[in-house]
């Protein structure tokens, strides 16, 4: 078993600050491979969001690093699933009442996935998306943005929201409102299929078409692929004028 | 040497040899329960070693965070 990831930021043209951060773990255990791929897109219109998404990046690279490896001896999702959401929850609280403190707003988003072996669990709040490309490209994250709620409602179509000013506004985030209830999926993994994780920045001017296409497990079968289809891609919305910051990680593994 | 004086010496002998085995008995009993206090218990001990192989099997081959801050939020 082999699993490869691999990430990438960058400024963006309009922003003085990346805001973003990201990492990506992959380790061998006694029983196969582990890994963490994780994007925080700090907050744009709040203060500080480069820090918020640096505390709860921190946090869970610190956690992978030290207490991980103690936790997979008796490793289950149950428990996975409960001690990422209390995380979530713990850093939530941290941020809003240091916000509170500076008299300062900071938010973020936070979106990865763990794997243990051929399993996996993917963790969201915000928009920052989650991308399965197999034979097709399937988005596995729920935005938890205003209009995205609207249109599953019924009060919106798809076409309005995709033009409505609050397309942004987010309905939930790590660090600004008082309670979060974050999206945990679990899954298994399976060969050829790449795992995507972006932030909004890196896929607002790119077609679903593109992503699948440029993204696909042919084309990002070794790290070297995947490190060049990634920068290809961010220089194309760089080009296309996003004026977010960028981020996107890319994960597989081979069973 | 008298008599008297030998048993003077005799009976000091003994009190210095009895009082050593007193002392050296509440020292060894006091030893005892430091190191009752300090090993843990039973169940505790058989799951360490299982942990430790996980821990030392753990071995990190990607290794990248990136942030654009060195400012920590003290908790």
Known sequence: MKYIAACDTDIGISKKINQDSVC??????????AALVMVCDGMGGLSRGELASAEVVRSFA????????????DWDWQTAAHNVISRLRRLNAMLVHYGAQNSIQLGTTATG???????????????????????????????????????????MTPEEALVDPRRNALVQCIGVTGEVAPEIRLGNLENDVT??????????VLTEKELFEELSA?????????QSKMRELIETVKKREESDNITVALFRAEL | MTTGEILVIAAAAAVFVIINIIMWTIIAKKE????????????????????????????????????????????
């Not at chain 1, 969201?124 to 729920?142: A, C, E, F, M, N």
């Not at chain 1, 795992?195 to 607002?204: A, I, K, L, P, T």
């Not at chain 2, 030392?56 to 801050?69: A, M, P, W």
């Open chain 1, 113 to 155: 996935i763990i794997a243990v072996n051929s399993e996996y669990m993917t963790f969201h709040v915000g928009d920052s998306r989650i991308y399965k490309i197999s034979d097709k490209l399937s988005q596995i994250t729920d935005d938890h943005t205003y209009v995205n709620r609207a249109v599953k409602m019924g009060k």
């Open chain 1, 62 to 73: 610190d956690w992978f690093d030290t207490e991980f490896p103690f936790e997979l001896p």
């Open chain 1, 218 to 226: 042919k084309k990002t079968s070794t790290k070297k692929n995947m």
């Open chain 1, 195 to 204: 795992y995507m994780v972006c932030s909004d920045g890196f896929r607002h």
């Open chain 2, 32 to 75: 005892k329960k430091v190191r009752e206090r300090t090993t843990p218990p039973a169940d505790i001990n058989e799951k360490l070693p299982d942990e430790a192989a996980a821990a030392s099997g753990f071995k990190l081959i990607e290794n990248t965070v990136i942030v654009h801050t060195n400012e920590r939020i003290i908790s």
């Open chain 1, 24 to 33: 990506i773990k992959t380790a061998k255990t006694s029983t196969g491979m």
